[in-house]
């Protein structure tokens, strides 16, 4: 299963630190607490990971759904062209930096990689969301319309989960957490 693997912490004179890419630094007494956190923060990053992979999943669909109205090249409304190559290139990219995100996770960087891909994930994901609406408005599809309003609110939820995490859990989410573990405990 792909995962996040961030693992890199510093040792120093009063115990151990991480740094993460979002710019908080957390400073440990013991080793077990620095390792928790890491993997904490492991669990943390991969839900997100698995978060966008449903977003991209999603505008996948609503991008195949209606390609039949982007224009060709030949046609007069050569905009509708650029803009369907923009969501061509937005949505590989994204797969690409997903990719980049958790195969580089475990590097020496791998702390801060994490976090730049993200961002880099979301700016892409904000960008096509925005290239479908212009196209549904011009449909006058309401409905799709609020469908990508949903999930351009998910995505900027989710960076903003990323950019204030800091290793501590609010109560739903460790009672997800406890949840989630207990009923994969049953299926065991």
Sequence with gaps: MKTVKIKHYTENKNGYTVAIGNGITKDFVNKKHCLKFLADTNRFLTNKLHEVNFILSDLQVMYRRNWFYFDNLKSAAAEMYSLERICIFNLSGIEEKMDLLVSRSGYENGNHFVFSHFR????LLIDTIKILQKLQLKKSSAVEVHKLEV????????EKELLFYDGTLSKEQLDADEIFTRNRMKAV
Excluded: D, K
């Design 120 to 123: 880099s994930i979301f700016s």
């Design 151 to 158: 999930l351009y609110i998910r995505v900027i939820q989710i």
